[in-house]
């Protein structure tokens, strides 16, 4: 017999070579119905897979992420059986799970799939689906392995087992089709009830452009026809808040080829929207005791060398700038931190000052492939409202309790309501990706690990993706289409203060390092903001928004009244136009609500007389007549209200 330790903390006995399926059956045949997968000592195995020693088990379904991620996995597998089925000659890449359906790299020869294609291979795969056909794995050896696809012909395949070590390789087979995979996959295909093709690319294979440009079919299944219905109308919806399309429709920034890709151009209300959130974001860190300070936009080569940037992302960054002297290089600035040690550095310190907060709207440039530019997310120079925290040891965990706080502010203050954070550990396995002793991440990622507990946050645990010289705590954000977005990120670092010998004289009148802490509750602004447009549909807070009213005069004989109104307004720092067309007021009143500005003032004989205005919200309607004083009263009522709640 084998125990079997559940989330719940129970253990249960089980004979050796008992599956995760058979143990959702003894639980409930309602569970073992919907078990995609199970997760056993931490990995993610086949639902039919024996287990032959003691172990933690957590069993998966559509409701996990490790469930979706085996279900599309085994959907990619489904869409290869169906191109195999209709195409004798097709060729096989790589067909991984992403974050909304999967994918699978093709060489379909001289064939190119039209629409008609699609929909047949859509059929196929439902057809497919309906044998239940199982997913049965099996352990090959390399020499097998090479034999079944040199026989097929396969030579996608063929480069791939090559980097592969004998004894750990296995096929997986569903119906007639094999393939290289490592798993793991659902019990059978007749989990999949609907299935929909949602693009075609291209695809170097293996991300060279030296080698030849396979198809890549996209695609998303269901285990329920509705889900997929619900699927493309948020995917609908998705497309009318495409930050990319509101953003031009509401003139807040651009780009240009001549400039270069990946560098947008804020236009002014886009500049509006941007410097209201650093104002915003300036307040709160003044009143946390931060200082601001400014960096220069380069640096010298030797400042990443000290960093680590540039063995880590030198290669991927853009080329150094060389000057007249010989062997001098500089960089575009990758990140503000090694910049912000030498600020630390230029002058003694004492234990008596720490901590020390230094913080900046710095401007940073990293090399993306053009491929992956898009739109503001994925940009080549961005903006991050960085700050770095120079602390002692024992400060360490306070000071991130202080500034979680901080990040919360800002999603309260900005509608996010919705979110996780995630625990980015190291890779255990893989301790050659970062730099800095044992000692000093164990220190770092329990005071993190404490401070998320502490403050009672919703967390899940991810290792391999904490940064390659600290552990550090990601907030994951739902959009109002419930998408995941990184936003915010805290970071303990023990290995820049020992790079760049930080110092600071202690109570023993000794020499100590000081521990680090990034943070960047924005993170990017570009990508920041990219969210916010989508997250809103361009819809800002209030306070926020570049545009918080529109006054209407409904003819010229009123266009001085609403100037006066204008003006008033603007003493008051609530920002706006006067639109003075010669257009009818309700055309007027349309264009405002396509500008999506949230107050519309009307005016005419009777306002003019009262020194009122009559207001409409946008979305809303009319909310009656207000002097301008009021108005002013209930507005800023209003913004307090959002920034306050």
Not at 1 to 15: A, E, H, K, W
Not at 66 to 92: I, M, R, T
Not at 343 to 362: C, N, T
Not at 544 to 554: G, M, N, T, V, Y
Request: charged share 30%; glycine share 8%.
């Amino acid at each position: 017999m084998i125990n079997i330790t559940l989330p719940d903390g129970s253990v249960r006995q089980y004979q050796e070579g008992v599956t995760s399926y058979e143990i959702a059956q003894s639980i409930s045949e309602g569970l073992a119905r919907n078990v995609l997968a199970a997760k056993v000592n931490g990995a993610v195995w086949d639902s039919t897979r024996p287990i032959n020693e003691d172990a933690t088990v957590q069993l998966l379904t559509w409701n996990d992420d490790e469930g979706k991620n085996a279900f599309w996995h085994s959907s990619a597998h489904l869409l290869a059986e169906a191109l195999e089925d209709l195409y004798p000659d097709v060729k096989f890449g790589i067909g991984p799970p992403v974050e909304n359906g999967f994918y699978y790299d093709v060489d379909l020869g001289e064939h190119h799939l039209s629409q008609e294609d699609i929909a047949k291979l859509e059929q196929k795969m439902l057809e497919l689906a309906r044998q239940k056909n199982e997913f049965k794995r099996s352990e090959v050896s390399k020499a097998d392995a090479i034999e079944y696809f040199t026989k097929k012909g396969d030579e996608y395949k063929l480069d791939l087992i090559k980097d592969l070590a004998d004894g750990s390789i296995t096929f997986y087979e569903q119906g007639k089709f094999v393939d290289l995979c490592r798993g793991p996959h659902i019990p059978n295909t007749g989990f999949i009830k609907a299935a929909k093709i949602m693009n075609i690319a291209g695809a170097y294979w293996r991300g060279d452009e030296k080698n030849k440009q396979l198809t890549r079919i996209y695609g998303v299944t269901f285990p329920k026809q509705k889900e997929l219905t619900e699927h493309l109308e948020r995917l609908e919806e998705a497309k009318k808040r495409d930050h990319r399309k509101l953003g031009k429709e509401l003139e807040l920034f651009a780009f240009s080829e001549k400039v270069g890709m990946g560098l947008p151009l804020w236009l002014p209300k886009g500049t509006l929207l941007r410097e209201r959130l650093e104002q915003f974001m300036r307040k709160a860190q003044m009143r946390a005791g931060y200082q601001p300070v400014v960096t220069p936009h380069i640096g010298s080569k030797e400042l990443y060398v000290t960093s680590g940037h540039y063995e880590k992302y030198g290669a991927d960054s853009f080329q150094p700038i060389r000057t007249p002297n010989e062997g001098e290089e500089f960089f575009l600035k990758p990140m503000n931190c090694p910049h912000h040690c030498e600020i630390y550095k230029v002058r003694p310190r004492s234990y008596k000052e720490l901590p020390v907060r230094l913080a900046e709207f710095g401007t940073v440039y990293r090399y993306e492939q053009s491929g992956e530019l898009h739109g503001l997310t994925r940009v080549r120079g961005f903006t991050q409202d960085d700050a770095h925290i120079f602390c002692r040891p024992d400060q360490v965990k306070d000071e991130f309790l202080k500034v979680i706080d901080l990040v919360l502010y800002v999603f309260q203050a900005l509608g996010f309501e919705d979110y996780t954070a995630q625990i980015s550990l190291r890779d255990p396995e893989n301790k050659a990706k970062y730099i800095g002793a044992d000692e000093a991440w164990d220190k770092a990622e329990r005071a993190i690990i404490e401070a998320a507990a502490e403050k009672g946050l919703s967390t899940v645990t991810e290792l391999g993706e904490a940064a390659f010289y600290g552990p550090k705590l990601d907030f994951m954000v739902k959009d109002a289409l419930g998408r995941k977005w990184q936003l915010g990120t805290i970071q303990v670092d023990y290995q820049l203060p020992e790079r760049f010998q930080l110092e600071y004289i202690g109570a023993d009148n000794q020499k100590h390092r000081p521990v680090m802490i990034h943070r960047a509750p924005f993170g990017s602004l570009e990508r920041f903001v990219a969210v916010l447009i989508e997250h809103c549909g361009g819809n800002f807070p209030l306070w926020l928004s570049p545009e918080q009213f529109a006054i209407l005069p409904i003819s010229e004989k009123y266009h001085d009244f609403a100037q006066q109104v204008y003006d008033s307004l603007q003493l008051e720092d609530i920002r706006g136009f006067v639109d003075n067309r010669d257009e009818k007021i309700g055309r007027k009143i349309r264009d405002a609500e396509v500008r999506k500005v949230p107050f519309m003032l009307i005016v005419g004989e009777k306002e003019q007389e009262n020194g009122a205005v009559s207001v409409r919200k946008h979305g809303e309607g009319d909310l009656g007549t207000m002097t301008v004083e009021e108005f002013k009263t209930f507005f800023q009522s209003k913004v307090a209200e959002m920034l306050n709640k």
